[in-house]
């Protein structure tokens, strides 16, 4: 789905000495956006993901809506995405109850989520599926013999600019 979520219109006003053609390149803006899961979603409150890991610190997990990068994204059906969180860091979001998937080809695009983000242990299991999904190579697929603590997001809604 795509929907506006803001249009412009700016009119001028003046007699024969305003004639200036910017009006007429600023008259009307507009700003889209593709949602995803929840329809209700919207970006207005949203925090950016750098925020997020001093928003968890001592926390196990909070409810928020954040805005971030999209790195990677499953290359099967787009059941989830690594955002950014800078510092070298990123977080795994994944889809409320399987609900829905978001575009393949999402890498470098803004989100914006809405649902719960917490600290979590990813077992072996899940980063080697996860690597598959990403299609990595049995190599580097075979070299994860570790669980790995990191934020992960469940996501009710997503907005892709």
């Not at 470098?108 to 190579?137: C, E, P, Y």
Request: net charge negative; glycine share 10%.
């Amino acid at each position: 789905m795509i929907f506006a979520v803001a249009s412009i219109g700016i009119t001028a006003c003046g007699g024969p000495e305003n004639n200036s053609e910017l009006n007429v390149a600023e008259e009307e803006k507009a700003l889209t956006y593709e949602v995803y899961g929840d329809s209700t979603i919207n970006p207005e409150g949203a925090v950016s993901s750098t925020e997020l890991l001093a928003m968890l610190d001592g926390k196990d997990s909070i409810e928020v809506k954040v805005t971030g990068e999209v790195l990677g994204v499953c290359k099967k059906k787009g059941c989830w995405m690594d955002v950014d969180l800078g510092e070298g860091k990123n977080m795994t979001v994944r889809f409320k109850d399987y609900g829905f998937f978001v575009p393949m080809n999402s890498e470098g695009r803004m989100a914006t989520m809405n649902g719960i983000a917490k600290v979590d242990t990813q077992s072996v299991d899940w980063l080697k599926h996860k690597a598959f999904d990403a299609g990595k190579s049995q190599e580097e697929i075979d070299a994860i013999t570790e669980p790995v603590v990191k934020v992960t997001f469940m996501a009710d809604g997503v907005i892709m600019d």
